[in-house]
């Protein structure tokens, strides 16, 4: 009798169905984007994002707590501060909000009780913001993007105003704390968010010594498309180069940190034309960067004409396990035919964040250059790669961190980046031509 031999069409499928049943499993059990928006390649998630139709709808009371039971149990799910489970501060503020709400809750005061709760992490790249539409104030955003600065709002100094309101923002510096404040003052629904009234709003600004005081209406106020029109939509480039031959120096000027071909061939060029141009300082503007790629930094090191480059180390939060990495010093393999040996100035303030502080960090701390302006509005040694996710019923967005990061100079592990050549952020550009050498 001939024995039946299995066919491999027969396996293939077999194989298939293993390997699908084991990746979804890893996602569900160690993924921390499993449920997230937004899953990068590689990891698997169901959800997609989604947005509330309007801020005045009311909630009941089992809604509301089911929302803030939700961000705990991904808070405790993916946060590596809370691999051992919540802390007794974050449960017991949790229970104090959840005891707070009425029969029926605003779509704000669970917008609010999220937000003390994401406050309380101490991490300021975890937070939650509204997906419900807003409504702009132009000539605030307008006024504040062209140098003005608030100095009181219903009478109220903005000081005052962010004491009272500190516990709505997660920061680790007193100065995001304030830009956090400062934004939501574009819209009316960040207005109700400090519980200010919208029908009457008086703002004091400040612009060099000049005082003007601007009476608001509700009005005033702009859905996204107009506002995006009058304020003539977003017209800042990622990135941008200039050089002065005269001064010596070529700038590169940082609105975003997006790694990607173009960045690639932008910084070949610039360091081309720094060569070709023999310009001996380099100036790395990142006063205006709060997000992107922490690639950008790496790519513009392999530049730079030194030996070994040291990265920070830290943990990845994978479910019930965290896997770390230390801080590694590793060979530069350099683009030899581009290779630049000048001086480095980095240019920072106080509202550098998240990747552009790593790409100070990265600069001050390997020794490759100079830090000027203010210092970083959060902390290298601290949290970041976050995970958004959505409350089921009021739709909030919050995201959570799942890194913890090492600071590359273990001796600073507690401090901001602070600049080595100190000066307010508006000043960098006539104190760079006290020190670039000609």
């Given at each position: 009798m001939k024995k039946?031999?299995?066919?491999?069409?027969?396996?293939?499928?077999?194989?298939?169905?293993?390997?699908?049943?084991?990746?979804?499993?890893?996602?569900?059990?160690?993924?921390?984007?499993?449920?997230?928006?937004?899953?990068?390649?590689?990891?698997?998630?169901?959800?997609?994002?989604?947005?509330?139709?309007?801020?005045?709808?009311?909630?009941?009371?089992?809604?509301?707590?089911?929302?803030?039971?939700?961000?705990?149990?991904?808070?405790?799910r993916v946060h590596p501060k809370y691999i051992d489970g919540l802390s007794d501060d974050i449960t017991a503020l949790?229970?104090?909000?959840?005891?707070?709400?009425?029969?029926?809750?605003?779509?704000?005061?669970?917008?609010?009780?999220?937000?003390?709760?994401?406050?309380?992490?101490?991490?300021?790249?975890?937070?939650?913001?509204?997906?419900?539409?807003?409504?702009?104030?132009?000539?605030?955003?307008?006024?504040t993007s062209s140098g003005y600065s608030v100095v009181s709002v219903n009478g109220k100094p903005i000081s005052e105003l962010l004491a009272e309101n500190s516990n709505l923002y997660s920061y680790e510096t007193t100065t995001w704390a304030e830009n956090c404040l400062l934004a939501s003052l574009q819209t009316k629904q960040g207005f109700k968010f400090l519980k200010l009234d919208t029908d009457e709003i008086t703002i004091v600004y400040d612009y060099f010594g000049d005082i003007?005081?601007?009476?608001?209406?509700?009005?005033?106020?702009?859905?996204?498309?107009?506002?995006?029109?009058?304020?003539?939509?977003d017209n800042k480039e990622q990135y941008y180069c200039?050089?002065?031959?005269?001064?010596?120096?070529?700038?590169?000027?940082?609105?975003?940190?997006?790694f990607d071909s173009d960045y690639r061939e932008f910084i070949y060029n610039f360091f081309k034309e720094v060569n070709e141009?023999?310009?001996?300082?380099?100036?790395?503007?990142?006063?205006?960067?709060t997000s992107g790629n922490s690639q950008t930094a790496e790519e513009l090191i392999l530049y730079l004409d030194r030996e070994n480059m040291t990265t920070p180390g830290g943990v990845m939060r994978l479910?019930?396990?965290?896997?770390?990495?230390?801080?590694?010093?590793?060979?530069?393999?350099?683009?030899?035919?581009?290779?630049?040996?000048?001086?480095?100035?980095?240019?920072?303030?106080?509202?550098?964040?998240?990747?552009?502080?790593?790409?100070?960090?990265?600069?001050?701390?390997?020794?490759?250059?100079?830090?000027?302006?203010e210092s970083c509005a959060n902390l290298p040694a601290g949290y970041g790669e976050v995970v958004v996710f959505q409350t089921p019923n009021s739709v909030l967005s919050f995201q959570i961190s799942s890194k913890e990061f090492y600071r590359i100079d273990e001796n600073k592990k507690n401090l901001p980046v602070i600049p080595d050549y100190p000066c307010t952020a508006d000043q960098v550009e006539g104190y760079i031509d006290m020190f670039v050498e000609n």
């Open positions: 039946k031999i299995k066919s491999p069409l027969l396996i293939i499928p077999f194989v298939m169905c293993i390997a699908i049943v084991v990746y979804t499993i890893l996602n569900v059990v160690f993924s921390p984007y499993w449920d997230s928006v937004y899953a990068p390649t590689g990891y698997l998630s169901l959800t997609s994002m989604r947005y509330a139709e309007s801020a005045d709808k009311v909630y009941t009371n089992n809604q509301a707590c089911e929302d803030i039971d939700y961000l705990l149990k991904y808070l405790e949790s229970i104090q909000k959840k005891e707070s709400f009425g029969d029926e809750v605003t779509a704000y005061e669970i917008w609010r009780a999220c937000a003390e709760i994401l406050h309380s992490v101490g991490d300021a790249q975890s937070f939650t913001v509204p997906s419900f539409p807003c409504e702009y104030l132009v000539d605030y955003i307008n006024k003007e005081k601007v009476v608001y209406t509700a009005d005033d106020f702009y859905d996204y498309d107009n506002t995006y029109n009058m304020v003539g939509g200039e050089y002065n031959t005269d001064y010596n120096f070529g700038v590169i000027v940082f609105n975003a940190c997006d141009q023999e310009i001996s300082n380099v100036i790395i503007d990142l006063r205006n960067v479910g019930p396990y965290m896997m770390k990495w230390d801080r590694e010093t590793q060979k530069i393999t350099h683009y030899d035919d581009m290779l630049y040996s000048g001086n480095v100035y980095v240019v920072t303030s106080g509202l550098t964040f998240g990747t552009g502080t790593m790409f100070a960090e990265m600069i001050q701390d390997n020794g490759f250059g100079k830090v000027i302006g």
